[in-house]
């Protein structure tokens, strides 16, 4: 009878300290998502991390998991945050042998920070075709985009995943589409440090002043390659020919 008690006693205990933990938890989601919109800087996200350690981290016996739990919380506080930052190509807008067939309609890039479901950065482009691709050979596109700060000194480097609407308009020619680029996720709930996370991925957006974007079709350059070692091997032959030549 008496262990049947402790273990009721137990169980209500762990449920009381489980309900302190979720209204903990609610009411700390508000202040850091407030604390995130007033300042949405690495410097917020200090405070942030200050309230959650002084306010629910250093009064809870939590391991990683169960921290991991409650901090995916504030995903959507970070999607919340307000922050966007406008960036410049660096030469062209599309560099790459794709440039011959597409363009972007507007040069000047925004990255922003939305989704709350995975908050992250992202960066919304809109293509336009200026030429119709006719090469029977399949088509397939590659690419990058990287961001530089204000010296152009190259910060990050992302990787392009074409969707099908690249190779509609180029083999049409002509006609706008929308695309989706996404760059780093500024939340990671389940990392060892996400506020530090943040701090560094949002420093480096706050850094980015300019874009290269690179699209190539695949196996074009490497045709192009070709021919021109093709053409410097028969110079370099042709001159070793006259070298070589008898003298009269």
Do not use: H
Not at 103 to 115: C, G, W
């Amino acid at each position: 009878m008496k262990t049947i008690y402790i273990l009721i006693l137990s169980l209500v205990m762990l449920a009381a300290c489980s309900n302190d933990k979720e209204e903990a938890i609610e009411n700390l989601t508000k202040q850091i998502c407030n604390t995130l919109q007033k300042d949405n800087t690495p410097a917020g996200i200090q405070k942030a991390k200050e309230i959650y350690m002084n306010n629910f981290a250093s009064k809870f016996d939590l391991t990683q998991k169960e921290q991991a739990e409650y901090l995916i919380k504030f995903r959507k506080c970070f999607a919340n945050m307000g922050f966007s930052k406008q960036i410049k190509p660096l030469t062209k807008p599309v560099m790459g042998t794709v440039a011959d067939y597409l363009t972007l309609k507007e040069s000047n890039l925004l990255i922003a920070l939305k989704n709350e479901q995975a908050p992250a950065f992202s960066v919304n482009m809109i293509f336009s075709g200026i030429k119709q691709y006719t090469d029977s050979n399949k088509l397939e596109v590659e690419g990058n985009i990287t961001l530089f700060d204000n010296n152009k000194k190259k910060l990050v480097k992302y990787q392009i995943y074409p969707v099908p609407d690249f190779y509609l308009t180029m083999k049409k020619g002509s006609g706008d589409f929308k695309f989706t680029a996404y760059l780093d996720a500024i939340w990671y709930p389940y990392g060892k440090n996400p506020f530090d996370t943040a701090k560094t991925y949002l420093s480096m957006m706050q850094k980015a002043e300019y874009y290269k974007l690179l699209l190539e079709i695949k196996g074009k350059n490497q045709k192009n390659k070709k021919k021109n070692d093709d053409k410097k091997d028969e110079e370099i032959l042709d001159n070793l020919q006259i070298l070589s030549a008898p003298a009269n």
